[in-house]
DNA sequence: TAGATTGTTAATCGATTAACAATC
DNA sequence: TAGATTGTTAATCGATTAACAATC
């Protein structure tokens, strides 16, 4: 199965828009080797290297960006993402950078040079295609592919990662939910049934899991963390209030509720501060 | 009420703890002007300023950090403050830089030039006092006060919020949770009741609420920003999977799952990518 | 004192941004 | 062509880090 055919299909989602050959962005990466269908033609071919360059195995459009891109680009790739797809469902055919910039919250030239890393995948004078940038930043962040996630913890918040929508739209899917109490397992949660956390390697191994979510307490997930890195996934999320140690190249994500609230606390902190002077802040000390 | 007496209180952890004088470390705010009562008193009257400047009206304790603390640094001090919180438990009285920055996972040098920032609080050949430097990373963040916050939906992330025991400790405390489904208004969630969400602009001012968590779909999430900022909130925490257009001077900080597994996802897809040349990661196409 | 460790310096690195030549 | 907008340059800014003088 080509990668291509896994482009994240949007053809369920109802649109009246009017715009060229949309339902077939996903076989562009299989055939733009025949090249110059469309006005696009030249930034995709030049996205393998320098304008002029033949690129004669159309390998650029499976390797656009050799070099590496700069994390804080790729923390801000999803946000332009999930901008580009409220454009696409509004019906936007096209969107210069100022405005995708605007919807997705940064200035238009810190977006433009984000974008470049990617490829040209715009259009000087016009903008960039919405539906093709959205299949290009997919592709950039590895969402062509269907990652199957496994989440250990059914408490609250593992409860509420699996009936969490977003989570099995694109890119993604739950290929289990594991819990250490016998009371949950069995339980439906979303379109999966919880597992015993005994099953944890065998999950893994037969689905093919790459990506692991800890929502277990803190207590528990270093062992949760150490029994996912052996049983082979080398990315993890965590929602567990601990420093997680791992081996060199396991990748981990800290979510943290607490670690954001004291941030945004300081922030209010600092502000009474300038509002009242020296003295400590109304808000809080009136409850 | 002196914002000293409310420092988070610790003395509910069991701890068998050898260690000078804990019982008031909240005290030491107050009577800090006395001068030289401990090891410390030194390091207490440089914060303010250049050594040898004498800070005779004792502000140094109430306002150690007149410059800004970079945006890095502080978002790393809720690392620092947990890392001390699990140092203080096993009864550790001191630490040196090298350790506490390998029990927050970063190294020692960031660690110790995140900590001038708030002063000298070190003792050289010696380390940090714990339980001091709870104190003082716990006041520049703004934890010596309470902060009372609203979350605004009462769906499953809602809930689990409600129910994290994180939240409800040190710094912050649930004034309310409210939402939309009338169906949900009544029900217990951890120390709370739910709440309509029509009595918003009521709990943010008759509790001197300064922080809102929107945990709404998406749809659901501008509308009650836009509520909560004129009620007077200026600290948002959004896990909502938009981008919220919010006047200046409010500050906003998002928690997105689907951003941190796309992030994932990326890097997951260049380790596969390295591992196997040109071809697709099998961890994901196997499923 | 001698050994240890902080707080700070300065060099390096990466990220941001305005401005504009390239070009649609 | 003229107007618009990209992609890139270069300057600026902020963050990281090793190294070490200060000093406990």
Redesign the pocket.
Known sequence: MSNAAELPSRHDVPRGRARHDVADEASRARDVAAGARM?RA??VR?AAG??GDEDPAGQSAERPCPAGI????VA?LPVYLRALYTLADRGVGT??????AAAAG????????????L??????????DVDYLVYQVSRALGLTQNWPVVIVGAGNLGRALANYGGFVTRGFRIAAVLDSDQAMVGRELGLVVVGHVGELEAVVASGGVAIGVIATPAGAAQAVCDRLVSAGVTSILNFAPVVLNVPEGVDVRKVDLSIELQILAFHAQRRSAERFGQVASQAATEA
Chains 1, 2 share one sequence.
């Open positions: 006005i030249g930034a030049r320098r304008p700069p994390e804080a680009t801000r969107v210069a950078s100022e405005e995708l940064v200035n238009s030239a810190k977006l433009r040079k984000d974008l470049s890393y490829g040209s995948y715009g259009i000087r004078g016009v903008g960039y």
